[in-house]
């Protein structure tokens, strides 16, 4: 079955960078976007962008432009996520969200989340 | 970008109580509407997609509809495992893929 294994907990200064991964399992890797998305404590969910696994083409939301990366290994069947110049609001827990079948765009699997927490 | 409006925020309802929450997009968004359930330290869980299509393994207690801009998600008779923050999202055309602010379903 279909299994998104994340990378753990961090915690990160003011500034620093984190990079997040996403194992894939079960599926054919190139089968379908990754999304991200996060979830401030106590706040709603926040689309983040996406990466096409075959050429590895990227989407962000424009908040996030220029702070983030969105990399896919297509060898071991990884997604990364890296989020570059943290500051104290992205502390959230991150999540990667995989596309249902033949409905592009619409979260069916999820990772466990990472929590990443940014404090000085 | 489009703009996903729920309501209420929270509720309290009563076990067996039937449960409607609203979602409203700034434009029509045709019916490329989803909800989530989540539950506390849990990832989401997808549990309508296409405005009323139920996903699979999911209880027939829940049910979408709507089109266009107004979208409605209810729990014919709630159970206390639907104790959770429902979200709507929005996969219409272009990125963002914006989600509603949630709604938190308690117990009365």
């Known amino acids: 079955q279909v299994q998104l294994v994340q990378s753990g907990a961090e915690v990160k200064k003011p500034g620093a960078s984190v990079k997040i991964s996403c194992k894939a399992f079960?599926?054919?890797?190139?089968?379908?976007?990754m999304h991200w998305v996060r979830q401030a404590p106590g706040q709603g969910l926040e689309w983040m962008g996406n990466?096409?696994?075959?050429?590895?083409?990227?989407t962000y939301t424009q908040k996030f432009q220029g702070r983030v990366t969105m990399t896919r290994d297509t060898s071991t069947g990884t997604f990364y996520m890296d989020l570059t110049s943290l500051r104290s609001e992205d502390t959230a827990v991150y999540y990667c969200?995989?596309?249902?079948?033949?409905?592009?765009?619409?979260?069916?699997?999820w990772g466990q989340g990472t929590l990443v927490t940014v404090s000085s | 970008d489009i703009q996903m409006t729920q309501s209420p925020s929270s509720l309290s309802a009563s076990v067996g109580d039937r449960v409607t929450i609203t979602c409203r997009a700034s434009?029509?968004?045709?019916?490329?509407l989803h909800w989530y359930q989540q539950k506390p330290g849990k990832a989401p869980k997808l549990l309508i997609y296409?405005?009323?299509s139920l996903q699979s393994g999911v209880p027939s207690r829940f049910s979408g509809s709507g089109y266009g801009t107004d979208f409605t998600l209810t729990i014919t008779s709630l159970q206390p495992e639907d104790i959770a923050t429902y979200y709507c999202?929005?996969?219409?055309?272009?990125?963002?893929?914006?989600f509603g602010g949630g709604t938190k379903v308690e117990i009365k």
């Open positions: 296409g405005s009323s």
């Open positions: 999202q929005q996969s219409y055309s272009t990125p963002p893929f914006t």
């Open positions: 434009r029509s968004i045709n019916s490329y």
């Open positions: 990466i096409n696994p075959t050429d590895g083409g990227t």
């Open positions: 969200a995989r596309d249902k079948v033949n409905w592009n765009d619409v979260f069916e699997h």
């Open positions: 079960g599926y054919r890797f190139t089968d379908h976007y």
